[in-house]
């Protein structure tokens, strides 16, 4: 396979004005007629040839240039491409008939069928699975699209922009024609053509203007779009207010389907969702689904400014259009329910998988440099450390200065596909910052280390903070450069206040109570001036930078006082996770000795196990009524094994996730009264009416990780209370909490909840997810075989990416039977990913790049042989895809 490398960019050599589309779907086959105005877009004379992508199911049927057809030696025809040439000077027209079969294409690119309906997925390069065409971002042109087909069977005919025209055919059928007003690249095109239901509602814009705000789904799943709607609503409102951006059509659709490869597409006036990130309702989905809607509706309708009025010029820059706005759907959500455990949230997944990502083979900066296939590059990287990037500028320009910096971003760019350097500039200019040095967070991968270390001089009453940054080598890149890190900081005085602050070089009068510390070399010093006292730093705050961060000298006992008394809600739960970081990688030390005792437990507990004055600790964040309880359940939950993982060179997963175990077990035993208190303190009333809101989800995030604690002892009687609690529960988020506290318990209880929750739900596919994934995720060792038992179970279809995502991205967590020491978790991937990838390349990528395949070198020798010898099963594959090829080819190296 073939590379493209982002330094070989060069324009196209035609643009395209008018796409002028007709689509005739048919049962057997989908004819497409496209009709496109080019312009001349090269230096000099004489016209260039045309190369137009196309793929090896997209049949030519006819191609003509300025209305006559071709002549054979006037084009040529491979199954990657069609190139035109002969071509007359100046703008020229161009007809292309083709031939395509939706209804066999299972990749789900293109044109394709889900539930009997047609659907289309372009982003990246779906287009040319469609029809020939210049299916890059930097193309953008008006389109004009006809779509017709039988009409009892496809009521609903949808595309972007205005309905123009409507109306009956011969024989049963119908048209519809769309015209989008909007100049656009082809990875926004979009069309629907079904048996649908609709939910309509209308939005008034700050200007006045009345907006038709339509979701289609099937009729069964109709009555739960009210959310969806409401998010919808939301998210209008709130780009108005914040950045002053207006949507800017009189329609805008969202069309909810169930086979999808990814969460939903934004196509301009046609947002395309996967349905579990549309339907909603309590008794069928958790807190967390509900929380996803609004967040996933958000983003995909603020890409209706960054990423469509404003696109993307190649594909390496994919972090502009998505760091920008997974940035802005973070705040939104922050706004709509609560910033501090959003934040923590957000943090949380990126050190768990981001930081994984960048220290593995897969490694890549968020602007990559190389790519076979472009999808595999829609990664937590691009998009969640993209993020943090933006989050960056706003932290340093201030919340004002961010606002002037998007003005002058769409002033200068709407209507155009730029760079990332576009947007920097803009950022840049609209404060006269210079933000050049920023440049290296796009090019450089891997999660820089920063170093910090504190001296107090009581005499001259300074508190020098010395910081120093590193970044570890990455795959094909050795040496790194210093990156410009923001590093949030406040002081804590004796008695828990924040002190004043005067930092040397910035005093300007005022005394604020954080100061944001630019680190731009390798090593730098910051002096605060009039510290009174010895003070406790409490660094990095807000997660300012997506770094990880040593603080020298920091001593347990100063970490219980920052999570009792930091303001800054991040750096309190910070510090409980950096107490429960230390225990945790001191007991695997111990664990992994085997000369200190028989088994895992007795070695862990002849370490010391897990000592009283952290108990105590997290006893204090557990009574205190006064916090937030999301934010209680996040400040008791233990870090992640994968962010573990990286500190652990040669770690044996199986022995790391025996010690969580232990841990958990041990505050369960040892916290039990208050876990008690905290479940009776937060459960519903009998009847009481569910409702998603932050306060109400935050009760039951805390009750639950309560139960999810408690289920650890394994004790009959709290079993007995999860089983009632799976039956009398009256929403989604409690029943599937009980049964997840079960899941690892072997018995007559977790069967039984088992059964009877499918049983309540055979009906609901999407509910069965849950239930497919929790039994897949079990920790119970020897579960393999009831996995595979799943992949016959007739709540399962390997055509469906949920399914698969459900099943097998949820075996991955599954330490003991993914990590099995005689390898079958290894085989049963591997095996699965070669069944996949001959129905879904996309999803077989996902399901390799997605596990520790990705992070062979992390693990202990034994594995890292049977990994090994995985990957290179799956690379022997005759007619293995691209997508799989990248992934699994990297891992080896
Ligand atoms: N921009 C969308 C990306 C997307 C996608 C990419 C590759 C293959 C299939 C896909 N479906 C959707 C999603 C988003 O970030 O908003
Ligand atoms: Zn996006």
């Known amino acids: 396979p073939q590379a493209v490398y982002r330094k070989d960019y060069k324009p196209p050599p035609y643009l395209i004005e008018r796409v002028h589309l007709t689509f005739v779907l048919n049962e057997d086959s989908t004819r497409v007629l496209s009709r496109l105005s080019f312009k001349p877009n090269y230096d000099g004379e004489a016209p260039p040839p045309l190369p137009l992508d196309g793929r090896k199911d997209v049949k030519l049927v006819a191609v003509k240039v300025a209305g006559e057809a071709l002549a054979a030696d006037s084009y040529e025809l491979t199954d990657k491409k069609l190139t035109l040439s002969g071509l007359p000077k100046g703008a020229f027209e161009v007809e292309i008939e083709t031939e395509i079969k939706p209804q066999e294409n ?3 690119e293109g044109l394709y069928k889900s539930s009997g309906n047609f659907v289309t997925q372009c982003e990246a390069e779906g287009f040319r699975g469609i029809t020939f065409f210049l299916d890059r971002p ?7 699209t006809r779509v017709e087909a039988a009409k009892e069977p496809y009521p609903v005919l949808l595309s972007n922009g205005n309905l123009l025209d409507s109306g009956d055919l011969p024989d049963g059928r119908h048209f519809a024609v769309w015209e989008d007003p909007f100049p656009k690249p082809c990875y926004l095109f979009a069309l629907v053509a079904g048996s649908l239901s609709l939910k309509e509602d209308t939005f008034t814009t700050r200007s006045g203007r009345s907006i038709t705000l339509r979701i289609y789904a099937e ?43 990814m969460g939903a597409m934004e196509n301009k006036s046609l947002n395309i969702f996967n349905s579990r990130l549309v339907i909603a309702s309590p008794a069928t989905s958790s807190d967390l689904d509900f929380a996803r809607v609004e967040g996933v509706v958000a983003h995909e309708y603020f890409h209706n400014w960054t990423g469509n009025r404003v696109t993307c010029r190649d594909w390496f820059q994919l972090t502009l259009k998505e760091g920008l706005t997974v940035f802005r759907d973070q705040e939104f959500s922050a706004d709509m329910n609560s910033r501090a455990v959003k934040r923590i949230d957000d943090v949380t997944r990126l050190r768990t998988a981001q930081f994984a990502e960048d220290s593995g083979a897969m490694s890549h900066p968020i602007r990559p440099d190389k790519y076979i296939k472009m999808d595999n590059f829609y990664t937590l990287t691009v998009y969640e450390k993209g993020a943090e990037i933006v989050r960056m500028y706003n932290t340093l320009l201030g919340k004002e200065g961010f606002r002037k910096g998007m003005d002058l971003y769409f002033q200068r760019h709407d209507g155009q596909a730029v760079t990332c350097d576009d947007f920097r ?45 590193r970044t570890p080598p990455t795959p094909g890149q050795s040496d790194k450069a210093p990156v410009p890190i923001p590093i949030a900081v406040g002081l804590l005085g004796a008695d828990g206040q924040e002190l004043p602050l005067h930092l040397k070089g910035h005093e300007n009068g005022a005394a604020p109570t954080t100061e944001v510390l630019l680190l731009e070399g390798a090593q730098q010093e910051f002096v605060f001036t009039e510290v009174s006292e010895r003070p406790v730093p409490s660094l990095l705050r807000g997660f300012s930078a997506p770094v990880k961060l040593e603080v020298e000298g920091q001593d347990e006992e100063q970490l219980r006082f920052l999570l009792a008394h930091d303001s800054d809600p991040f750096c309190r739960w910070e510090a409980g996770q950096r107490l429960l970081r230390s225990l945790l990688m001191a007991l695997y030390a111990a664990a992994a000795d085997t000369a200190k005792g028989e088994s895992v437990e007795e070695r862990v507990a002849g370490a010391g196990g ?21 934010f209680v359940a996040a400040a008791i939950s233990l870090p992640s094994a994968s962010e573990l993982i990286d500190d652990i060179p040669g770690v044996d997963p199986v022995v790391l996730h025996d010690v969580r175990q232990y841990v958990a077990r041990q505050l369960a035993e040892q916290l039990r009264p208050e876990l008690e208190a905290a479940v009776k303190r937060t459960d519903s009333a009998p009847g009481e009416a569910y409702s998603p809101d932050a306060a109400s989800a935050a009760r039951r995030a805390l009750k639950n990780r309560a139960l999810y604690y408690l289920g650890e002892l394994g004790d009959a009687e709290v079993g007995a209370d999860l089983l009632r609690r799976t039956r009398e529960a009256t929403n989604m988020t409690d029943h599937i909490a009980a049964l ?154």
């Open 138 to 144: 930097d193309v953008m042109a008006k389109y004009t």
């Open 425 to 469: 500039a803009a950022m840049a200019d609209a404060k006269g910052r210079d933000l050049s040095a920023f440049a290296a967070w796009y090019g450089q991968a891997g999660t820089p280390q920063v170093t910090v270390a504190g001296e107090y001089d009581a005499a001259a009453r300074t508190f020098t903070l010395s910081a120093s940054q």
């Open 740 to 893: 997840a506290a079960l899941i690892d318990h072997p018995g007559a209880e977790r069967d039984t909840a088992l059964q009877e929750f499918y049983e309540a739900w055979k009906g609901e596919p999407l509910v069965l997810l849950k239930w497919i994934g929790i039994q897949a995720g079990a920790h119970v060792p020897g579960n393999l075989g009831a996995v595979k038992g799943l992949l016959g179970h007739p709540a399962f279809a390997l055509s469906n990416p949920n399914m698969c995502y459900a099943l097998f991205l949820s075996f991955l967590r599954s330490t003991p039977n993914f990590h099995a020491a005689d390898g079958s978790g290894y085989a049963f991937l591997a095996d699965s990913i070669l069944q996949v990838d001959k129905v879904n390349r996309q999803v077989a990528a996902r399901m390799t790049g997605s596990s520790a395949f990705t992070s062979v070198r992390k693990f202990d020798a034994r594995r890292q042989g049977l990994m090994r010898a995985q990957l290179q099963r799956i690379l022997a594959q005759d007619g293995l895809s691209e997508n799989v090829y990248e992934i699994a080819s990297s891992s080896l190296q």
């Open 610 to 630: 897990v000592p009283e004055a952290l108990v105590g600790a997290l006893r204090a964040v557990l009574d205190d009524p006064s916090l937030d309880g999301a």
């Open 219 to 261: 009729a069964k799943d109709i009555d739960k779009v009210g959310h969806a709607m409401r998010s919808l609503q939301k998210a209008m409102k709130w780009d108005e207010d914040v950045f002053g951006l207006e949507y800017d059509l009189d329609l805008f659709n969202i069309v909810a389907v169930s086979d999808f490869n």
């Open 106 to 108: 299972t990749s789900l």
